[in-house]
């Protein structure tokens, strides 16, 4: 019996994923599938573990520890990640050298984006991070140390005011964007071949909804229902896609552009909804969901974002939703895991409309009247907002 019982709690104890290593050897791989990305660490919620970066594939990594599912990856000799074993693929032979060096830099533009390009000596993994006031976006390249002595800033660079660089530690090398405006309008890091991309979107000169490509994102649907009502039998798939359309229809009166991930009863994936948003090439994304709560007396409107630079736009909207009629204040929401708040691509907004486990909230959802009014308001936070982008960094 006693040993029946420590063969179940080992059992258990594997399963859990906890902190229970299961292998110990360096591997040396290069990150491979959709959308690979790194974790900080092991810890866990409903929608995932804390995420450090997404990251390009083929990058050399270097697993140092195994759990079930995961490598932990040695990033630089003082910092480790987490990388799912399904982006790790293995390289049998690959010299790897000492430290690997950055070169020279260029920076320059086309007609929509500005672009910094760096040389490196192999694909290294990197993380970036968004910070305002003044705007700013932080690369940080692992296993890199300065060669740069060449640093080439194009006036086809319109949006990029300065970059500029800093050996942190002795291989993590760190590169600085300072943006013109105050606003982030999303960025991409990329390789081809060793070189290091980031892609950085402009603020459009045109800042009126009708030069806008907006994204709505009708959460939910087919075999993914979402909450249900608390007193009717409501689903939240529905009720997305109805006030979805409502903001579709108030923004194409305004002359916007808007591209819709769903229009029917189906189920897209977090990840096909991803890709096709990205693949449109929108200026930015809202995603439409319907919240809830165990405690039944939680109610109101709430918007979430993950980055900073990525706020504003999620601010705007809370501020001018709280003032439809009884619709309270359930708070705007940084660091947020959303699937869909997770690309640095665009600005995007989680806007979580009401509760479908309160009924004050759950009337308002099955009000067609209410479902215009929620969309006239993410409208205006729109308006609101675009104004609010035409400052400057000082
Ligand atoms: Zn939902």
Redo the contacts with the bound molecule.
């Keep these: 019996m006693i040993r029946m019982l420590l063969a179940i709690c080992l059992f258990f104890s594997l399963s859990t994923e906890a902190q229970t290593l299961v292998e110990s050897k360096i591997l040396f791989g290069r990150t491979i599938g959709r959308q690979p990305y790194l974790d900080y660490g092991l810890g866990s919620d409903r929608l995932g573990g804390a995420k450090m970066t997404y990251l390009d594939t083929g990058i050399l990594v270097q697993a140092v520890d195994s759990t079930i599912g995961r490598y932990k990856i040695q990033l630089s000799k003082n910092r480790t990640a987490w990388l799912q074993k399904a982006n790790f693929q293995k390289v049998n032979s690959i010299k790897i050298e000492p430290y690997y060096l950055t070169s020279s830099f260029l920076i320059n533009g086309d007609d929509k984006y500005d672009l910094v390009s760096i040389n490196l000596d192999e694909k290294l993994p990197y993380t970036s991070i968004q910070q305002i006031n003044p705007s700013r976006i932080v690369v940080d390249i692992f296993g890199a140390t300065s060669n740069t002595n060449w640093v080439t800033h194009r006036t086809s660079a319109k949006e990029i005011k300065n970059v500029y660089h800093e050996q942190v530690e002795d291989d993590v090398f760190r590169v600085i964007i300072e943006l013109k405006h105050k606003q982030h309008w999303g960025y991409s890091i990329y390789y081809e071949g060793k070189k290091l991309f980031i892609k950085v979107k402009r603020q459009p000169e045109d800042l009126s909804l009708e030069n806008m490509k907006i994204a709505i994102d009708a959460?939910?649907g087919g075999n993914n229902p979402?909450?249900s009502g608390i007193s009717t039998k409501i689903v939240?798939k529905n009720y997305t896609l109805l006030i979805a359309n409502q903001i579709e229809k108030a923004l194409m009166e305004k002359e916007a552009i808007v591209f819709m991930t769903r229009r029917s009863d189906n189920n897209y994936s977090m990840l096909e909804r991803e890709e096709r948003i990205r693949d449109e090439n929108v200026d930015f994304l809202i995603s439409v969901?319907?919240n809830s709560s165990v405690r039944e007396e939680v109610k109101g409107v709430s918007t979430y974002y993950r980055y900073i630079g990525f706020r504003p736009l999620t601010k705007y909207i809370q501020e001018s939703m709280i003032k439809i009629d009884g619709l309270e204040d359930f708070g705007n929401i940084g660091s947020f895991n959303f699937a869909l708040s997770g690309p640095t691509d665009y600005p995007n907004c989680l806007l979580e409309v009401a509760f479908l486990s309160n009924r004050d909230d759950e009337k308002l959802i099955l009000s067609p009247e209410f479902h215009k009014q929620v969309a006239k308001q993410v409208v205006e936070g729109i308006k609101d907002w675009l104004k609010s982008c035409k400052e400057e960094n000082d």
């Design positions: 959460g939910h979402g909450a939240e969901h319907l």
